[in-house]
């Protein structure tokens, strides 16, 4: 992975405004309508975060249809980030291939 991953946080607003560790907020619920805005990173790095990972698979699902390619989920969510610089992390991220 190279550089700094883009972080999509797709926890709840109430979720995300208890703890967060940055990137953009945009609610499981809410991404299909708000796919334009994330438009200009469809061939970026991206690193999808919610609490226990598994909402991270439904919109990882939802950016590969899309047409995104390079879509992560960060195993375990955001209950097992640990407090350190997310260049450290790249071993915790994860493409998992849909089933």
Not at 27 to 52: A, G, H, Y
Not at 66 to 93: A, M, R
Request: glycine share 6%; hydrophobic share 35%; with cysteine.
């Amino acid at each position: 992975m190279e550089g700094t991953p883009f972080i999509l946080d797709i926890r709840e607003n109430h979720e995300y405004e208890t703890y967060n560790v940055g990137g953009l907020n945009i609610p499981l619920s809410d991404l299909p309508t708000r796919l334009n805005e994330l438009e200009q990173l469809k061939n970026k790095e991206i690193v999808i975060l919610c609490q226990s990972g598994t909402r991270s698979q439904l919109a990882r699902d939802i950016l590969e249809d899309e047409n995104f390619t390079k879509v992560n989920i960060f195993v375990g969510g955001i209950i097992n980030w640990p407090k350190q610089d997310i260049n450290e992390l790249v071993p915790s991220f994860q493409h998992s291939k849909r089933i």
